[in-house]
């Protein structure tokens, strides 16, 4: 009988220990509710998306999750470190979300869970403004090039540097694009590989110092905000989705992109099989 009780009690507390854990790791939406504030991680050197203008955080992500916020009804707080940081901060739990963004592949959706669509993401080559050597893609044969660190555009930029004969004599890899940015404009490098509407808002804001190279040699993908695909995060996710393709519908999605990148994209409401 003694024996009985001991282990009843054993039982009752593992239980409780249990349902304990469960109590307390909960629905993420209840909480982000719960609290008012959307955590979200991110980096400030992607613009448009997110950058420092005049000491503030700026960008189409600022506009985008503020709009989140309403249909929410949360404030958003923004946690900002380098992009090589990002995801696995994530996964560490500091934030709630990655504002990012990201570019959607088939790694990373083995991965996290993303939202629908905010942009178009194919990657294209930023140059020198007046570098008549370099008219298309495949003209980067044999010459030094750059791209971000940890980054979609990267792989796609090696993967595509590979079928090149001879092969660029340097793929540099940065911390920041906007350190690639710097190396190109001091002719380090001959071009960076980024997202198409990075790039054509660099080139927009400084076309004195650099130019696009058309057309992108990236296959067609998309960006979208990365989240976390454990169970306690779903409701979460499914509310983010319900608001971006809300904005979609409204028009205020395609008024952002054309305010940031200076036209709107035909983006679908998920991606199930990335191109890359």
Known sequence: MYLKTIAAAVTAALLSTTLGGAAQAGDVLDKVKAAGVLTVGTETA?????????????GMNVDLFAEIGKELGVKIEWVTLPWDGVLP?????????VAGPATITKARMERYRFS??????TVALLKHA???????PKQIAGKAVGSGKATAQLAQLQEFAATLKPAPTEIKEYVSFNEAYADLAAGRIVAVANSYPNI???ASQRPETFALVEPPFGSKTYFGFPGR?????????DAIDAAILKMKADGRLAAMQKKWFGIAFDTPDSVTDPAF
Do not use: N, W
């Open 46 to 58: 992607f613009a448009p998306f997110d950058f420092i203008d005049a000491g503030e955080h700026a």
């Open 130 to 136: 007046g570098d008549d050597s370099l008219v298309e």
């Open 200 to 202: 054509a808002y660099v």
């Open 89 to 97: 901060g994530l996964e560490s739990g500091k934030f709630d979300m």
């Open 116 to 121: 629908a669509p905010v942009a178009e993401a």
């Open 229 to 237: 695909k454990d169970p306690e995060y779903k409701t979460l996710m």
